[in-house]
Every structure is written in structure tokens, then in C-alpha cells.
């Protein structure tokens, strides 16, 4: 079967990155960590209103290697996955305040920097990854929790993981700009083996859920495509969302039920803001039952919940896209497909589905067959958060 992302592994990971550090600093690296990318089962859109979401960590990582440098400055080199490599220089935090810059890309580094408590000594530093970048699978957040997780390895400063989690998640908020919920930095630090975890995103308790993965995979598939937008989307449905918890007297639409949604109505609610606010109310329905049907094992049910939270997102949220849909129309009828829905932020990226093992290959090849795309597959077994790596 072609199309397929497989992970290179934390070993082939290692190797590349501590070659590159010693070609590129002539010295070898005496830190290193690693942090998955994600991809949500179910929960999509409602972190930011202090809802549940259910992901999952994945196998792709980005991995981080350096060491100090004896000066007052930090030295970033990124690879990215084909070969391109990219650079940044910045001063430490404690010499010039550090503010969000060009290029683009070195903000996710430069906002942990900023965040991580505690005096950084200058560092030379090497960024590897394979986590498919502008997919829907965090390839930011595992950025920036493998840097957070790699200065703690460098300075022998540890933070509580929750803790880490926030200060990613405000790492992001700050240099970045872009207003996300904690549902990414928290799975990518916390994520563990054969579970997905239940995040309560008000209180941020978290509950780990066993997967049984015996006789069914969790599908991911890349859709390749990525729309340009205005960068207002996100942003916007976020304000929509808080408008009708406003209208509501609620702190958040946490709060807030079904009859909610029907004295919303009857105020004569905005469509827009109406729309939005009943997909988050339901779709945090949808992400406890989903928990509470994996512990019993019921991957029929989940598979109705998934199919339940696209339609949602793509006529109430509104942010899938035509490719989107078509890869969950296709799936939709298949034999061994028992549910699949768009995931992460939406207007392109991933699909993730519930497949029988055993038909996966069929599935794989009708999409080839039918989608208009390019789709990139890949299962998912659920994997371990951040870490520290050992580099004897």
C-alpha cells in the first residue's frame, strides 16, 4: 500500500539530530527530549470554552539535542522532514527581553524560552521531527513542549507537567498569537501508552482511557490540503462562542445545556452565534459518552459519536472543507468503518476513523480509488508524552 506516513523512531531520530548538532557546532550534544505530535478522537472546539476533549499522542515526535554555548545568545537549527534546514538567533532572556520576530516559525521556540522558568544560559540547539506539519496533529505543540522539555534536561529544572503544559500553552498565546486551547500542550506532555486521555478543560483533570486496539485501528488520513485563510477563523468562532456564554450569564459554554441553546433561540440569538454554541453544548455530550463508551468497549457507539461530530462541526462550527467531507463520505458506507470525523482545527488536515483491523487495506485503497486528493495514511497507536532521552 502507497501513501503511507510511518514514524522513524526515536532512535533514527536521535542519530540524525546528534549528527547534524556535532556537524554544525563540532561538538557533541549533551541534552536531548522528545515530544509526540496528536490527533483528537473526539472534542473538537470547545477546549477554549472549558469543555472535554479525548486525543490521543502519537508516535511522530519532534526530538530536541543541544547543549550550552557560553555565550549570551541561543542558537536554534531546524530540519525540517525534507531536508530543509532552517535557522534563528536570539539573545537570552536575561540579557534583552525577547519578543515575537522573523521568521515565523522560531516564535513557538522563542515563547518557551521566554516562559521557562528559571535563568537559561546561552544554548546551541538542533530540532528534528517528523510530525506532519499543517496536518491537524499539533506539530506546534510537540515543537514546544520538546524545547520546554529539553531545557528542563539542559538546566536540571523540573516543572509539573500541568504546570509545563500552561506555560506552552502561553508560550503560544504570546509570541505565536495564536489563541489555543490547553488541549494540545497537555496530550503531548501527558499522553501515555494504549490510552487516550479524557482532559477536563476547566479544571484540567485528566483521566487516562484504555484503548483496546486489538481488533481496531485508529485510521488517520491526511487530506494534504491546507486552505490559506485570513487567520481571523479561529479567533472568530472562539468570540462567538464567548458572545453566547455572555448572553447566557455563564462563565463559559461549559455551563450551558439544551434548554440553553432554546432560550438562546428564542432571544433571537445571531444564527452564526446560535449555530456555534449548540455544536459546543453537544459536543461535549458527545466526548464524555465517547470516554465512557471506550472503558465498555463499545466501538459502535463511538463510531456513531464520530460521525455525529463531523456533521457538527462541518454545518453548526463550520470549519470543515469539501475535502474534508468527501474523505468522510467515502468512508462513510465502507464495510469496517465505524466511524470517522475531521480533527484538529479544521479547513483541511486530517480525518481520524475507527477501522476494523482486518479491512483497513480495503479502506485505504478505496479512498485512493475515489478521494480528488492526495491522502497520506497512517495508524495510530496511542503513544507516551514528552520525555527526557539519554544520550549514552
Sequence with gaps: MTKEATAKGERQLLREARAKFVERFGREPVAAASAPGRVNLIGEHVDYCEGFVLPVALPFITLVVGSYNNKEECNILSVLADGQELRTSFPTP??????????????????????FPGTLRGFDA??????????????????????????????????????????????????????????????????????????????????????????????????????????????????????????????????????????????????????????????????????????????????????????????????????????????????GVLGARMTGGGFGGCVVALVNREQVDDVKRKILSEYNGNPVFFVCQPSDGARVLQLN
Excluded at 515575537?100 to 516562559?115: E, L, R
Excluded at 468562532?237 to 448572553?247: F, H, K, S, V
Excluded at 440569538?269 to 464524555?288: D, G, P, Q, S, Y
Aim: aromatic share 4%; net charge negative.
Design 94 to 115: 536575561s540579557v534583552v527581553p525577547l519578543k515575537p520576530g522573523s521568521p515565523a516559525w522560531a516564535n513557538y521556540v522563542k515563547g518557551v524560552v521566554a516562559n
Design 126 to 335: 538542533v530540532i528534528v521531527s517528523d510530525v506532519p506539519m499543517g496536518s491537524g496533529v499539533s506539530s506546534s505543540a510537540s515543537l514546544e513542549v520538546a524545547v520546554f522539555t529539553f531545557l528542563e534536561a539542559l538546566t536540571g529544572v523540573q516543572v509539573d507537567p500541568v504546570k509545563k503544559a500552561l506555560l506552552c500553552q502561553k508560550a503560544e498565546h504570546e509570541f505565536p498569537g495564536m489563541p489555543c486551547g490547553i488541549m494540545d500542550q497537555y496530550i503531548v506532555t501527558l499522553g501515555q501508552k494504549d490510552h487516550a486521555l479524557l482532559i477536563d478543560c476547566r479544571s484540567l483533570e485528566a483521566t487516562q482511557i484504555p484503548i483496546e486496539t486489538k481488533d481496531i485501528v485508529i485510521l488517520v488520513v491526511n487530506s494534504n490540503v491546507k486552505h490559506q485563510l485570513t487567520g481571523s477563523e479561529y479567533p472568530q468562532r472562539r468570540a462567538q462562542c464567548q458572545t453566547a456564554a455572555e448572553q447566557l450569564s455563564v462563565p463559559s459554554l461549559r455551563s450551558a445545556n439544551v434548554k440553553d441553546l432554546e432560550k438562546l433561540e428564542r432571544n433571537g440569538c445571531e444564527e452564526l452565534v446560535f449555530k456555534r454554541a449548540t455544536h459546543v453544548v453537544n459536543e461535549i455530550h458527545r466526548t464524555e459518552e465517547t470516554a465512557n463508551c471506550l472503558r465498555q468497549k463499545d466501538f459502535k457507539r463511538v463510531g456513531e459519536l464520530f460521525y455525529a461530530s463531523h456533521d457538527s462541526l462541518s454545518t453548526l462550527m463550520e470549519v470543515s472543507c469539501q475535502e474534508l467531507d468527501q474523505l468522510v463520505d467515502i468512508m462513510r458506507p465502507l464495510p
